[in-house]
């Protein structure tokens, strides 16, 4: 059964620095991996989709690598803001036989960007 | 685009009474999926659909049923509200299961008493 594991839990940063943010998967058979950020209260956003084939995918100050064989991603934030302020969702788009296609996620990390 | 749409975004039930939480896409996304968000266990699947007419149970499915009778909407029905069910539920489309980002709706908040 795949795993997905995000770390840290919360992050806490001034505002300028550049981050990164961390996910591993126990499973490497994998479609994509698709990370999301979630203001408190509402729904996910997606950031950025990473197909199994590609290495990295660029929008803005984000990107996010992928290494299927190692079973890791990481979301590098640049020149970080107060409005970065969210959680951080990694989630992998997989097979399995109990439940069909599905996205398994990480419980998230917790960003605070300080003035 | 609306995008993926969701009613109510609050609820509060009985423990024993019955509901459709609602979820609508206007993109003409072939798959549509229900999960449910809790602290320390993050969001899991309850079922899903890979078209019309088709669906399928997710990793959670107990207490749910679902229907596809058109593309656009992709109603979530708790048959016997239980507290375990106090969540925040999350439809989402894309255009197919597999390859494609999936889209996510705003969210209902249910609690049950």
């Known amino acids: 059964k795949q795993e997905v594991t995000q770390i840290p839990a919360a992050l806490s940063v001034p505002e300028g620095e550049n981050l990164v943010l961390n996910c591993s998967f126990t499973d490497s058979a994998i479609y994509n991996l698709q990370w999301f950020r979630q203001d408190p209260g509402k729904g996910l956003t997606s950031l950025l989709l990473?197909?199994?084939?590609?290495r990295e995918q660029t929008s803005g100050r984000l990107n996010a690598s992928l290494d299927k064989s190692s079973g890791r991603s990481t979301l590098y934030i640049a020149a970080s803001q107060p409005g970065d302020s969210a959680t951080y969702l990694c989630?992998?788009?997989?097979?399995?036989?109990?439940?069909?296609?599905?996205?398994?996620f990480g419980e998230g990390t917790q960003l605070t960007v300080n003035p | 685009n609306a995008g993926v749409t969701q009613t109510p975004k609050f609820q509060v039930l009985k423990t024993g009474q019955s509901m459709t939480l609602q979820c609508a896409q206007d993109m003409n996304h072939e798959y549509m999926s229900w999960y449910r968000q809790d602290p320390g266990m993050g969001l899991r699947l309850i079922h899903y659909s890979v078209g019309a007419g088709i669906t399928d149970q997710g990793e959670v499915p107990n207490g749910y049923n679902v229907s596809r009778s058109t593309t656009e909407d992709f109603p979530l029905r708790l048959l016997s509200a239980a507290p375990s069910q106090t969540s925040v539920y999350f439809c989402a489309s894309s255009y197919s299961g597999l390859t494609y980002e999936q889209y996510f709706g705003p969210g209902t908040r249910l609690t049950v008493t």
């Open positions: 990473i197909q199994s084939s590609q």
């Open positions: 989630a992998v788009q997989g097979w399995e036989e109990t439940s069909g296609s599905r996205l398994t």
